[in-house]
């Protein structure tokens, strides 16, 4: 069964950094880019951007492009999300995603349960 | 990249059938067929509905539909039930320099 577990719910004070996890398994998880999406409160989904464990290739929405930075660790299975310096606007709700296609086109069918982000001071 | 376009809102009673559309552009919706529909319960995350504009992974009922004309793809739900009330969701593949653009979202009430 195929799997994706998201690290728990956070909050940080504005300024401070973060890095969330998604851990895959029931399937080979160097094979399979991963995404990333947010839903800010009461919002839409957004894509974010997305990388291939196999080889780190990462893609980018021109959108998150220098505001998140997006890595795997292909011995644990496992993709992060990071800030390096969080902003109250960064509050949100973020899923990671796998594809099943490339970054030139496919679907993200199996969903993690979601990271909370909260950051307020 | 703006985001497509989606209904707000849409209700329909039991029984009845309910078509939800997503407009983009000959960029996104119309220049690919990785148009995907997800549905997304409060507190939940997403659920693959449709995928591919027409194709329906397994487990989704038959109810659910999807196809596309030009620029706007359309995921119609019919002998609609309770649980279908959800919010949904359109993506489409942008091409390599945006990649995915969602949809706004559609509320689905069932009356």
């Known amino acids: 069964e195929v799997q994706l577990v998201q690290s728990g719910a956070e909050v940080k004070k504005p300024g401070e950094s973060l890095k969330i996890s998604c851990k895959g398994s029931g399937y080979s998880f160097t094979s399979y880019w991963i995404g990333w999406v947010r839903q800010m409160p009461g919002k839409g989904l957004e894509w974010m951007g997305i990388i291939y464990p196999g080889d780190s290739d990462t893609r980018y929405s021109p959108s998150f492009q220098g505001q998140v930075t997006i890595s795997a660790d292909k011995s644990i299975s496992t993709a992060y999300l990071q800030w390096s310096s969080l902003k109250a606007s960064d509050t949100a709700m973020y899923y990671c995603?796998?594809?099943?296609?490339?970054?030139?086109?496919?679907?993200?069918?199996?969903w993690g349960q979601g990271t909370l982000v909260t950051v307020s001071s | 990249q703006s985001a497509l376009t989606q209904p707000r809102s849409v209700s329909g009673s039991p029984g009845q059938s309910v078509t939800i559309s997503c407009t983009g552009t000959s960029s996104d919706v119309g220049g690919y067929s990785f148009v995907t529909w997800y549905q997304q319960h409060s507190g939940k995350a997403p659920k693959l509905m449709i995928y591919d504009v027409s194709k329906r992974p397994s487990g989704v009922p038959d109810r659910f539909s999807g196809s596309k004309s030009g620029n706007t793809a359309s995921l119609t739900i019919s002998g609609l039930q309770g649980e279908d009330e959800a919010d949904y969701y359109c993506?489409?593949?942008?091409?390599?320099?945006?990649?995915?653009?969602f949809g706004g979202g559609t509320k689905l009430t069932v009356l």
């Open positions: 993506c489409s593949y942008g091409g390599t320099n945006i990649n995915w653009v």
């Open positions: 995603a796998r594809l099943t296609g490339t970054f030139r086109g496919g679907t993200f069918d199996y």
